[in-house]
């Protein structure tokens, strides 16, 4: 099952309840839908929203994103810098955690949904293929004479 996107306004809630402003149970019941490492990427991104001071000017940058900083950027002192970069040239998480590991000016491989639709096209154009070859007497003979020569 795919996580739900927060909004920063969801953060700043997390946030409080994680300091412990709120009753335990509230605390209990927030942990217990969620996995230990969705705690730990909340706890990311909260440490860079206090660090870059977080503003509602930003209208690009996301928690994920905030979160892919504070993962692959140690030096937090660049923490605003690549903030300001990917607001800027509006980078889709996978841009951004291309770019933070220095890999930026290669082309980034599709991932997840988009990765299995392109595989499965080329399945499926490679199984067509195999089949028009086991009928020549079906295909044009356009495609039989250059097959041929």
Request: glycine share 4%.
């Amino acid at each position: 099952m795919k996580g739900q996107a927060c909004s920063w306004a969801d953060m700043r809630r997390v946030q409080r309840v994680l300091k412990g402003d709120s009753l335990p149970g509230v605390v209990a019941a927030l942990k217990r839908c969620v996995s230990k490492g969705a705690v730990s990427n909340w706890r990311r991104s909260i440490e860079l929203m206090e660090v870059v001071q977080i503003s509602e000017k930003l209208k690009h940058f996301s928690p994920s994103h905030a979160e892919e900083i504070a993962r692959h950027v140690q030096d937090r002192e660049q923490w605003l810098a690549w903030v300001q970069k990917c607001e800027k040239a509006e980078w889709t998480v996978v841009e951004l955690r291309a770019q933070v590991r220095g890999i930026g000016n290669q082309e980034v491989q599709p991932v997840g949904r988009i990765a299995d639709t392109y595989l499965n096209r080329i399945k499926r154009f490679l199984e067509d293929i195999r089949r028009a070859q086991e009928m020549p007497e079906r295909l044009p003979a356009e495609v039989i004479r250059v097959r041929h020569q």
